[in-house]
């Protein structure tokens, strides 16, 4: 295996783990918009509980992935960066805006209790946000696997399941929390969602079946589906730690199908900017054989203090 093609697959591993983490943060956001009757600040508290250790951490994935194809594939890099500029531009803008929106609405109401002045503007931001961001970057991808505008069908349908994911992880996710720490009442609120949600990202990937130009191996196409399914299934029998699993794996499937479409082009051929193979962008081999590395190296570094935040932050302290 050339370092090339390992370099790729780092790639595809980092853009793995924002989908799994860093779009679970997104969807909450989402919840947080809906929220609604007489549990929706307990509901709020959960999300505030839930993504308060843990929501800027993971764009550590995300600097990843951009350090990679800046270094690992600088042509590919500067074609996207001009082919993408919009939906990018504007998903970059709603990660600030929801950063800062949410940091503040922690200062003005620090548990998720009772909204002070201005709480509640900070709050729509943040929710609104955390709507948009998936959404533009579902459309990046979307333009990727076309050729065609951001407003063509094949992007919008990838910004809206992009969402239906995000909201159908944090759902999950959340009735695991909410079950882990025995609050019934909110477990079966997000378990509801999740389903729902679910079943609606299903259905709209399938849908996109239709409209994708390239062909996705029929192996990952069974295990996205056989993931998802049984997350249902697994959320209806309340079996909220398996779900998670398989919740996580049906999004990771639906990513990995997307870059098997694409794959080997990162500009597909009828674009009006040209086309253009991924592994013909990579950097000379003495070079991407460096950053590999370097980024094999960094990972050893990162995934167990990454694992042992989320174990330090999100246990319950013991009374005392």
């Known amino acids: 295996m050339s370092a090339a093609v390992g370099l790729a697959l780092v790639l595809l591993a980092g853009l793995t783990a924002y989908a799994v983490l860093g779009g679970a943060d997104f969807g909450a956001g989402l919840w947080d918009l ?10 709020r508290a959960l999300l505030e509980q839930a993504m308060g250790p843990v929501w800027e951490a993971n764009h550590v994935w995300l600097i990843f992935v951009v350090i990679t194809m ?3 594939f600088p042509s590919a890099f500067a074609a996207l960066s001009q082919r993408l500029l919009v939906p990018i531009s504007l998903a970059l803008l709603g990660i600030v805006l929801r950063g800062a929106a949410f940091a503040f609405r922690h200062y003005a109401a620090p548990h998720g ?3 002070v002045r201005g709480t509640e503007l900070w709050g729509r931001i943040f929710a609104i946000s955390s709507l948009l961001t998936p959404f533009f970057l579902g459309i990046a991808g979307g333009e990727l696997l076309s050729g065609a505008a951001m407003w063509a069908p094949l992007p919008l349908l990838g910004g809206a399941l992009a969402v239906l994911c ?3 992880l944090a759902a999950t996710y959340l009735a695991a929390d909410a079950a882990g720490i025995e609050n019934a009442e909110l477990a079966n609120d997000f378990r509801l969602r999740a389903i729902i949600t679910g ?3 299903g259905a709209l990937a399938l849908a996109g079946l239709l409209l994708i130009p390239g062909s996705i191996p029929v192996l990952i196409v069974v295990a996205s589906s056989v993931s998802r399914i049984g997350s249902l299934l697994l959320l209806r029998w309340k079996r909220y730690s398996l779900a998670r699993v398989a919740a996580a794996t ?5 990513l990995w199908g997307w870059a098997a479409a694409l794959y080997p082009w990162v500009i597909i051929p009828g674009s009006s900017v040209g086309e253009l193979r991924f592994l013909d962008t990579a950097a000379p081999a003495s070079t991407a054989a460096v950053v590999l590395g370097v980024l094999l190296a960094g990972l050893v570094v990162v995934t167990p203090c990454y694992a042992l935040m989320l174990r330090v932050l999100r246990t319950q302290p013991s009374p005392t």
Not at 34 to 43: I, M, N, T, W
């Open 113 to 115: 209790g009772i909204p």
């Open 34 to 43: 809906l929220a609604f009757g007489r549990r929706k600040h307990a509901q």
């Open 70 to 72: 800046f270094s690992g």
């Open 199 to 201: 079943v609606a990202a």
């Open 166 to 168: 995000c909201a159908y």
């Open 250 to 254: 049906a999004a990771a499937t639906v």
